[in-house]
């Protein structure tokens, strides 16, 4: 029978049990011109509107959202989708599927990282010739690589918040048993988390996952991370984009300290005498500030009862951000979450009177969110997302009843913040729908406009 053209769908990998790489098969039969192969979770008709027959660095402007791009092995290129941006790359058929694989794998983890869209091969020109597969991931709303955080000098402080959370990203990937191979700033993206960042995996390629990684596997993927960053750091630093007085090398051993640190709060087992047993309670507090909750542990006396040892024996992020949802049902970021929790305390505690905290939650989220989030002019929803935006009036309000020695009314502060602050950001939500030669040139050369989102392979 004679093959048909046209787009094939297939669903995606079903063998998530699988650890490590997909085995590599034998080269597949040529594909008949015009025939698509996607491999995708769900149907999109819209990815048959994309001129697939040219090659990825070539495609017409219409297609492509004018986002910048950093340096990256591969082409890569944003283009629109049915309303949303979303991320192609060129590579080969086996990488696009070993990284599609551990992208759904670590999504089902609950692990921060872009969300994979289809693989894309059977490509061909209307001549004939083969066209590389690629990868579609969808962009990261209000997500920034590190480059672009800054319009001008990126300052020591910030590098540092940029780095903790590079660790705690690495630190969350092992736990779960993911080698990532090529740790660095610029496969991560970074979305701002109540004035902290959080850090959200992009490039898998390189990454296999285990049952659990060997210290040798954890420390190797702690060195990649420390000689990238060292790399990336002195790239900023030729380009004048960092403080002069910064060490790139000095500062990316942060990482070391930092990574270690969470490692040994989460993992480590804790020994103390019987009468210290509050110390149980505040190792588990201290885990929740971290953002992680500790769904069992264990604990063992000594022989003679006089110690007792405790190990977590399982933990999982996002403390602040399930208790944040199942009270209000707002999703933000854990230290988004954490902030507004905060509030939300103060608030059910100056109520005067003894209110359901579920009841609380829920007259805050009518009182406070709604009418901050319901105050931001139009033209300028973009700036931020809404939870940052309501943890930084929040904050303004503090600031300004200090100054100024008063409570603040809350319209009061929202407008000041508005016309003082807001204005002036840069938008992080935002996509130039249409450009100009002169503004894809720009892009190409690696220029930063003011578009601040873009994804770095």
């Given at each position: 029978?004679t093959?048909?053209?046209?787009?094939?769908?297939?669903?995606?990998?079903?063998?998530?049990?699988q650890?490590?790489?997909?085995?590599?098969?034998?080269?597949?039969?040529?594909?008949?011109?015009?025939?698509?192969?996607?491999t995708?979770?769900?149907?999109?008709?819209?990815?048959?509107?994309?001129?697939?027959?040219?090659?990825?660095?070539?495609?017409?402007?219409?297609?492509?959202?004018?986002?910048?791009?950093?340096?990256?092995?591969?082409?890569v290129?944003f283009?629109?989708?049915?309303?949303?941006?979303?991320?192609i790359?060129?590579?080969?058929?086996?990488?696009?599927?070993?990284?599609?694989?551990?992208?759904r794998?670590?999504?089902?983890?609950?692990?921060p990282?872009?969300e994979?869209?289809?693989?894309?091969?059977?490509?061909?020109?209307?001549?004939?010739?083969?066209?590389?597969?690629?990868?579609?991931?969808?962009h990261?709303?209000?997500?920034?690589?590190y480059?672009?955080?800054?319009?001008?000098?990126?300052?020591?402080?910030?590098?540092?918040?940029?780095?903790?959370?590079?660790?705690?990203?690495?630190?969350?990937?092992?736990?779960?048993?993911?080698?990532?191979?090529?740790?660095?700033?610029?496969?991560?993206?970074?979305?701002?988390?109540?004035?902290?960042f959080?850090?959200?995996?992009?490039?898998?390629?390189?990454?296999?996952?285990?049952?659990?990684?060997?210290t040798?596997?954890?420390?190797?993927?702690?060195?990649?991370?420390?000689?990238?960053?060292?790399?990336?750091?002195?790239?900023?630093?030729e380009?004048?984009?960092?403080?002069e007085?910064?060490?790139?090398?000095?500062?990316?051993?942060l990482?070391?300290?930092?990574?270690?640190r969470?490692?040994?709060?989460?993992?480590?087992?804790?020994?103390?005498?019987?009468?210290?047993r509050?110390?149980?309670?505040?190792?588990?507090?201290?885990?929740?500030?971290?953002?992680?909750?500790?769904?069992?542990?264990?604990?063992?006396?000594?022989?003679?009862?006089?110690?007792?040892?405790?190990?977590?024996?399982?933990?999982?992020?996002?403390?602040h951000?399930?208790?944040?949802?199942?009270?209000?049902?707002?999703?933000?970021?854990?230290?988004?979450?954490?902030r507004?929790?905060?509030?939300?305390?103060?608030?059910?505690?100056?109520?005067?009177?003894?209110?359901?905290?579920?009841?609380?939650?829920?007259?805050?989220?009518?009182t406070?969110?709604e009418?901050?989030?319901?105050?931001i002019?139009?033209?300028?929803?973009?700036?931020?997302?809404?939870a940052?935006?309501?943890?930084?009036?929040?904050?303004?309000?503090?600031?300004?009843?200090?100054?100024?020695?008063r409570?603040?009314?809350?319209?009061?502060?929202?407008?000041?913040?508005?016309?003082?602050?807001?204005?002036?950001?840069?938008?992080?939500?935002?996509?130039?729908?249409?450009?100009?030669?002169?503004?894809?040139t720009?892009?190409?050369?690696?220029?930063?406009?003011?578009?601040?989102?873009y994804?770095?392979?």
């Amino acid at each position: 029978m004679t093959e048909q053209p046209g787009a094939k769908w297939n669903h995606e990998p079903t063998d998530f049990e699988q650890m490590g790489k997909l085995p590599r098969k034998s080269a597949p039969p040529a594909q008949v011109m015009g025939s698509l192969n996607i491999t995708a979770a769900s149907a999109d008709p819209g990815l048959l509107d994309l001129p697939w027959h040219i090659q990825l660095e070539d495609w017409p402007a219409a297609n492509l959202a004018a986002l910048p791009r950093g340096i990256s092995r591969h082409v890569v290129r944003f283009a629109h989708l049915d309303g949303s941006v979303i991320a192609i790359k060129e590579t080969s058929e086996h990488v696009a599927k070993h990284e599609y694989h551990m992208l759904r794998k670590l999504a089902r983890l609950d692990v921060p990282c872009v969300e994979p869209v289809a693989v894309i091969s059977g490509r061909s020109t209307p001549t004939g010739a083969p066209l590389d597969p690629v990868l579609v991931t969808r962009h990261l709303k209000f997500s920034m690589p590190y480059r672009a955080l800054f319009s001008q000098k990126l300052r020591r402080d910030t590098l540092t918040r940029l780095i903790d959370a590079q660790a705690l990203l690495l630190v969350r990937l092992h736990l779960v048993g993911f080698y990532w191979g090529d740790v660095s700033l610029s496969n991560t993206l970074f979305r701002r988390d109540a004035g902290a960042f959080a850090a959200y995996l992009v490039d898998a390629e390189t990454g296999e996952l285990y049952p659990d990684l060997s210290t040798g596997q954890r420390e190797y993927d702690l060195e990649i991370a420390r000689v990238n960053i060292a790399g990336e750091l002195m790239d900023l630093l030729e380009g004048g984009l960092i403080e002069e007085k910064v060490d790139p090398v000095a500062t990316s051993e942060l990482i070391m300290d930092s990574y270690r640190r969470l490692w040994a709060e989460l993992t480590e087992k804790e020994s103390f005498e019987l009468e210290d047993r509050w110390r149980v309670g505040a190792r588990i507090r201290r885990l929740n500030k971290l953002g992680f909750d500790v769904e069992e542990y264990a604990i063992k006396t000594t022989p003679d009862g006089s110690t007792i040892q405790l190990q977590p024996k399982v933990v999982d992020a996002g403390h602040h951000q399930r208790r944040l949802l199942r009270l209000t049902g707002l999703d933000a970021q854990e230290n988004q979450a954490r902030r507004l929790l905060n509030d939300m305390d103060s608030f059910r505690a100056d109520s005067g009177t003894p209110m359901d905290e579920e009841i609380s939650a829920h007259k805050w989220v009518s009182t406070i969110f709604e009418p901050i989030v319901r105050a931001i002019p139009r033209e300028l929803g973009g700036k931020l997302e809404p939870a940052e935006v309501v943890h930084e009036v929040l904050e303004h309000r503090w600031f300004k009843s200090q100054e100024e020695e008063r409570n603040v009314p809350l319209a009061e502060a929202v407008q000041s913040y508005v016309d003082n602050i807001l204005r002036y950001r840069r938008d992080e939500d935002a996509i130039m729908l249409s450009t100009d030669t002169e503004t894809l040139t720009m892009l190409e050369g690696g220029v930063l406009p003011n578009a601040d989102s873009y994804e770095d392979d």
